[in-house]
């Protein structure tokens, strides 16, 4: 993959696009009928507020996994803070009803003219397969794993 690369090669233009007002029923229609996995949210002003992946709306019909609890001594026990900070996120997300309730909002973004290296490299240190793409701020495109694959399959 050649260094000079840049995210804008690699990127997917045709943004389909959620508002926080949505219901988890209508923007898991409008993933379904795109046939894609994560969509930007954007509020009235065309901003990105945030980022719904399929598995935000799976959380409601999951079985929440409770807080890892360590007894140290007799009567003595700790709950891991990782523990009970994704414990209170399923918890929000599973009892959600609208898109602005469940969607991530601490969404992994890159510029168009950073490098495709940066994105994946910010994919696989976040662990993250939707990034959401901005030029000058605005929303520009968003890149997933399969456009990544894509690209390599047609570099190599």
Known sequence: M????TVREVMTTDV????PDMTLAEAADVLADHGI????VLDDTGAVVGLLRDEDLLVSEARLHLPTTIAILPGVEFTLPSAIRRY??????AIGSTVGEVMTTDVPTVDVD?????LATLMHQADVTHVVVTDGGRLAGIASRGDLV??????T
């Not at 389909?16 to 508002?19: C, E, F």
Request: proline content about 7%; overall charge negative; aromatic content about 4%.
């Open 114 to 118: 950073d490098s495709v290296e940066d």
């Open 88 to 93: 209170d996120e399923e918890l929000r997300k």
């Open 37 to 40: 996995g994560a969509a930007p």
């Open 150 to 155: 894509r690209f390599l399959a047609r570099t």
């Open 16 to 19: 389909v696009t959620v508002r």
């Open 2 to 5: 050649p260094a000079t690369t």
